[in-house]
């Protein structure tokens, strides 16, 4: 089976196909109904050799030799500057294999930046974007769920946890799923077995959702993602990538370093990200610019955004000076960002 392959299953499932994404009519059901949601717009990069760890630990921001095996974290892999290529959900498996899952559109640029570095480690760096599929199952005690129906907790005493991850096997093949926090687990299973799976899962009490729930998942939870059009657009700390675990200031040096360093220490970051709301209409894109209503300089750009009901919810990086102004914020075609809260203290600080 092959990418259009599964679209037409999917279709014959009931979905509907917007940018790459599946959504499905039943995809406004309450957000604590399990729903079993299709990730095709997800892509991943693998790392497997016995320096995968060591190569990993010179490049990326999270500290990988203080998280356990059978666990993730958030990550980034930076230009020398500081920006970030890519950005990034880390699944260690163990210290010689890992998966990089993040948006399918930023895959070939991850990789490429990664390889420049890799020449001298004992590690095999692979696009398994096209091998592997991604699902997420959503709502109201996902873990627990992803546990029973996944036959996760037959050989432990407990079900999957936030930050664990997991193993199983699916006809005779590996498959992986992840526990991003109780209502939100990510199961990658190999393509040719997805279909087999997907109804598998859907012969369960659980709805298919469409992407977009998955994407509002994210943006509440104020977790990032990055995207080809932002690539080397911010720095760590203004995604609070930094308050996330994704960014580790004692871990010794890795490219970008530096300068990730000296924004924290000397309290420079000028920047910010924060979550929002604005009417609904066309979804903004990765990128997008953000302004004052005197239509001066841009103040900040789109990160992420997706469907919330009638209206659309995004995350931004804002500049701080002018949200503390109390000032208007908009989008060029003028629809008013209204802020909301994150779920998390987006003014900590991580070295106090």
């Not at 693998?46 to 998280?67: W, Y």
């Not at 193993?167 to 991003?180: E, I, K, P, T, V």
């Not at 657009?233 to 890795?254: A, E, R």
């Not at 931004?316 to 908009?330: C, F, I, P, R, Y």
């Amino acid at each position: 089976m092959d990418q259009q392959q599964w679209q037409e299953f999917l279709s014959g499932q009931g979905a509907q196909w917007h940018d790459g994404a599946a959504e499905f009519s039943n995809g406004t059901t309450a957000s604590s109904e399990l729903q079993l949601i299709d990730l095709s717009p997800m892509g991943a990069v693998s790392v497997v050799g016995p320096d995968s760890q060591k190569f990993l630990q010179g490049q990326l921001s999270c500290d990988l030799v203080k998280l356990p095996d059978a666990h993730w974290t958030p990550g980034s892999h930076c230009n020398p500057k500081g920006r970030m290529i890519s950005a990034f959900h880390t699944l260690k498996i163990d210290q010689g294999e890992f998966v990089l899952f993040m948006p399918r559109d930023l895959v070939a640029m991850a990789l490429a930046a990664l390889k420049k570095y890799a020449v001298f480690f004992k590690t095999e760096l692979t696009d398994i974007s096209d091998s592997h599929h991604w699902f997420s199952l959503s709502g109201r005690d996902a873990h627990s769920a992803a546990s029973q129906l996944l036959s996760l907790s037959h050989s432990r005493d407990t079900d999957l946890t936030p930050g664990q991850l997991r193993d199983f096997d699916h006809n005779g093949q590996r498959a992986l799923a992840a526990c991003l926090g109780e209502r939100n687990v990510i199961i990658q299973v190999p393509l040719e077995q997805a279909a087999d799976l997907w109804q598998k899962l859907c012969g369960t009490p659980l709805s298919k959702g469409s992407y977009s729930h998955w994407q509002h998942q994210l943006i509440a939870v104020g977790l990032p993602q990055l995207h080809a059009a932002t690539s080397e657009m911010f720095i760590p700390q203004m995604t609070n990538l930094h308050l996330l675990n994704g960014v580790s200031f004692k871990k010794g040096c890795y490219t970008g370093q530096e300068v990730v360093a000296r924004m924290q220490y000397l309290g420079a970051a000028k920047r910010r990200m924060y979550r929002a709301r604005i009417d609904g209409g066309d979804l903004p894109q990765p990128g997008d610019e953000i302004f004052t209503p005197d239509g001066g300089s841009s103040i900040g750009n789109i990160v992420q955004a997706g469907v919330a009901g009638d209206e659309i919810e995004l995350l931004a990086v804002l500049t701080k000076s002018k949200v503390a102004d109390g000032e208007s914020l908009q989008l060029q075609d003028g629809r008013v960002l209204e802020l909301l809260e994150l779920p998390y203290d987006a003014d900590a600080d991580p070295l106090a």
